[in-house]
């Protein structure tokens, strides 16, 4: 489905209300932290709680989409976010926890704004941590929808604990469309591998990263595979067609994409979703969010 | 004090361990250390408070988990070695005193008074509350400080004038130009439509072929507001350092009465999970002296065993023994269960030294300084390397260090991979040294049938195998495999200890192998071969 400015609001209030979700990117300076500024107004309107912080500092110069310095994130009144207590110091935040997590620049701790202020993510720097922090953000003060940025490669060995979505973020120009396509129709196929069914499967699991030369080890015999999540395959799409084919695969832990975010550059609507039904994407799409036409 | 790491391990104390777990960071902590005590007045001390504690949790159910629920809500405390605290720290402490507060509000005057649990720090947390009740936040409340509250109103309606500033731009451009930039930084839209955008409303820069980037132009006002918001935003930051500087010279007037109240947090969590194995587990208290005494065990349960036994679906049988001496020697048949004695006791004498009370109706022992294990279980670092014999022979020159004070050993089948004769010597010179010294009590486990005793150590023997039951149901039964034989061998053997006043040797080996399945062809050489050294 594609999705328009005119409907988004409300798509976006139903499908991230009470989850995690990873704003993701195809590269480093995709755009992860526009889009996150793009849905905080939208997610402040339902009046639901929610948090959001970041994986680790984010390591972004400049933003791809407005090829300007790192964009700012501007808290403002009721806002709760998990950040370092520097971060958060002299900002106004009024302190609800603070977890044993120290990065290189401080604590890590949840504050709730009591006024507008400018904030810097820098969120816990390992995957245990930030399982631990999300297991203390929903049980103890019952938020349960919590916004993420962070890059994708960072975000393994996370689905197991908090059930996460993610949001796939991308910049697309006339220069890195088929590869980007080629990275989009592979998580697609990865979107669709079915969740192990313990009861019907006989299968073998597979334990760490699922690699050319781990796959090369694994019995012929051997033809269905469990794999904790999609973020455990390291195969190029051909690679991982030919899995497919041969053997049935299932994820222990479902870590779907929710939609896709593509910033168009050079290259028109239209185009796009040709180069989309070329590769049977089926995922839904969020076309340039930032677009406005003058009335 | 000498309690080995390889104690630890034959008593396999981690499995009973496990199951001690306390709530708060601190108690944890204590769990890590794995206190061993070594005076009975400090373990008494200890067993009381349990019972006292036991006594509460079964009269105030209600607030039991009340005062769990407040010690999950306490968190590690950061460092007080700093010269200022920073509001995480402030705020760390402020959670932790006010759940203390109200832990202590919730326990029985008895239990308060043991534990010394009297809340004496309200004054400073109320210092650390002031114009934010909660117990669970934070922040530096213009109460502080006057000026503080004067430069947050002025921050707080600069940032209206300021966001007036920023909605009547907004609206003044989207009547404009159509645009609306609410909620946006910036927008994308075609170049073609960008040309009317005037240079000092809208700023533009190219973002592909066919769009431009737009930002709006906020009048010189916004800008002056701004600057005003920022200089007000450094005079804040001063005035919370002030404050921070203040509430630190505060704090740390009291930093005793808070490490005081750490402990007593410690102590608390420590007690309340000890007493709730007590009631899970059902555990009793144990009776430990100073003076020398023969131990005595009623119904005493090696936990770790029991539960695989019931796991495996084998009958667990606890351990009944009232011991007439210090110096016990412990015959038996093999799989009869000396071992397993040697860890009952080793486990039950372990976890009354670390403060618990334990599965047994009666446990009756003295306290020791040192509890030594010998046998080629050992796995030390230092005697890597050495032969069955030398690692026993290494063991033993270190528990020969420590015959002058109160010490338990336990020694399962000592020299068992050396020539009898020789191996039989030393084992009785062994047990008549420990039998000289009051300080010892010994249980040593043995095959050896000729023994010369000098008689001042018992001989017990583990009851064994009803041969005539168990070769009965052998017989009846077909196909059995090494498990069903087990089970059955378990079945038919009794693991009770009994005095072994004739002092009988004990020759089933062959017979016991014959049970599990050995060959038959080899097990009827071997009783050929006994039958001609016999006669």
Not at chain 2, 46 to 51: E, P, Q, R, T
Not at chain 2, 109 to 138: Q, R, V
Request: charged residues 25%.
């Amino acid at each position: 489905m594609i999705l328009n400015n005119e409907h988004i609001r409300p798509y976006l209030l139903q499908n991230l209300q009470d989850k995690t979700t990873f704003i993701a990117g195809n590269a480093k300076n995709a755009g992860k932290t526009t889009f996150l500024n793009f849905l905080l107004p939208i997610l402040r309107v339902s009046g639901n709680p929610f948090v959001y912080t970041s994986i680790g500092v984010d390591g972004e110069d400049f933003d791809r989409i407005t090829s300007q310095r790192k964009p700012q994130i501007v808290a403002v009144e009721g806002d709760f976010v998990v950040s370092t207590s520097k971060s958060l110091q002299n900002k106004g935040f009024q302190l609800l926890e603070a977890f044993p997590f120290h990065t290189t620049a401080g604590q890590i701790v949840m504050g709730k704004a009591t006024r507008q202020t400018p904030v810097e993510l820098i969120g816990p720097e390992d995957n245990d941590s930030l399982a631990s922090i999300l297991e203390v953000i929903k049980t103890k003060h019952q938020i349960n929808t919590v916004l993420i940025d962070g890059a994708i490669n960072r975000i393994t060995q996370l689905a197991s604990a908090v059930n996460p979505v993610y949001v796939f973020v991308a910049t697309v120009d006339s220069r890195n469309v088929n590869e980007l396509m080629q990275e989009l129709k592979r998580l697609t196929v990865l979107n669709e591998i079915p969740v192990w069914d313990k009861l019907t499967t006989n299968a073998e699991e597979i334990q760490g990263a699922l690699t050319e030369s781990r796959l090369r080890e694994i019995p012929v015999s051997c033809n269905s595979l469990v794999i904790s999540d999609f973020t455990k395959i390291f195969l190029p799409l051909r690679s991982l067609l030919n899995l497919l084919q041969t053997r049935k695969i299932s994820f222990r832990n479902r870590f779907p994409m929710l939609f896709c975010v593509l910033n168009l550059k050079d290259i028109s609507q239209q185009q796009c979703k040709d180069h989309l039904n070329k590769i049977g994407f089926s995922i839904d799409v969020l076309f340039n969010p930032y677009q406005q036409i003058p009335s | 004090m000498i309690v080995t790491e390889e104690l630890f391990q034959f008593t396999r104390f981690g499995e009973f361990y496990e199951n001690f777990r306390p709530l708060t960071v601190f108690g944890k902590r204590f769990k890590n250390r794995r206190v061993v005590y070594d005076r009975a007045a400090d373990l008494q001390e200890v067993y009381d408070l349990i019972a006292k504690t036991f006594d509460f949790i079964a009269e105030y159910p209600e607030k039991t988990n009340q005062i769990e629920f407040f010690l999950k809500r306490i968190s590690p405390l950061n460092t007080f070695e700093k010269e200022t605290f920073d509001t995480t720290d402030l705020f760390l402490l402020k959670r932790f005193l006010g759940n203390y507060k109200s832990i202590s509000t919730l326990l029985s005057p008895e239990l308060k008074k043991i534990l010394g649990a009297g809340f004496e720090l309200d004054e400073l947390l109320s210092l650390l509350s002031k114009g934010e009740n909660e117990i669970d936040t934070f922040y530096i409340s213009g109460d502080y400080n006057p000026r503080l509250m004067e430069i947050r109103s002025k921050i707080e309606a600069v940032d209206k004038e300021i966001q007036a500033i920023r909605s009547e731009t907004f609206s003044f451009l989207q009547d404009k130009y159509g645009l609306n930039f609410t909620n946006l930084d910036f927008l994308v839209v075609p170049e073609m439509t960008a040309f009317r955008f005037e240079p000092n409303l809208i700023y533009k820069e190219p973002f592909d072929n066919s769009s431009v980037l737009v930002k709006p132009v906020m009048p010189e006002l916004f800008f002056k507001k701004s600057e005003v918001r920022e200089n007000l935003i450094i005079t804040e930051t001063e005035l919370e350092h002030e404050v921070l500087l203040f509430l630190s010279a505060e704090v740390k007037k009291q930093i005793a009465e808070i490490e005081q109240a750490i402990d007593t947090i410690q102590n608390i969590d420590v007690n309340l999970a000890k007493a709730q194995m007590v009631q899970s587990m059902e555990l009793t208290s144990p009776i430990l002296t100073e003076e020398a005494v023969q131990i005595e065990v009623t119904d005493g349960h090696f936990l770790p065993l029991e539960k695989q036994c019931a796991e495996k679906g084998l009958r667990y049988q606890p351990l009944n023994a009232t011991f007439d001496n210090q110096t016990i020697v412990i015959k038996g048949s093999n799989m009869g269960g000396k071992t397993v004695l040697l860890q009952t006791i080793g486990f039950l004498q372990l976890i009354s030294q670390t403060g618990f009370w334990v599965p047994a109706k009666r446990f009756r022992s003295r306290v020791f300084k040192h509890i030594q294990f010998i046998g080629i279980e050992h796995k030390s670092k230092e005697i890597e390397g050495l032969s069955s014999f030398g690692k026993e022979v290494f063991q033993l020159s270190t528990v020969l260090n420590t015959l002058d004070e109160p010490v338990l050993i336990l020694i399962d089948e000592f020299a068992r991979t050396t020539n009898s004769i020789e191996a039989e010597a030393l084992t009785a010179a062994l047990l008549e040294t420990f039998s000289e010294k009051n300080t010892v009590n010994a249980f040593l486990s043995t095959h050896f049938t000729h023994l010369p005793l000098s008689g001042q150590a018992s001989v017990y023997r583990m009851k064994g195998l009803d041969y005539e039951a168990f070769e009965e149901e052998y017989s009846r039964s077909e196909n059995l495999d090494i498990t069903d034989r087990i089970r059955l061998l378990n079945q038919h053997n009794d693991y009770s200890i009994v005095k072994d006043t004739a002092d009988l040797p004990c020759y089933d080996a062959l017979q016991i192998a014959e049970s599990l399945g050995l060959n038959n062809e080899l097990i009827n050489r071997a009783r050929n071969i006994l039958g001609g050294k016999n006669e």
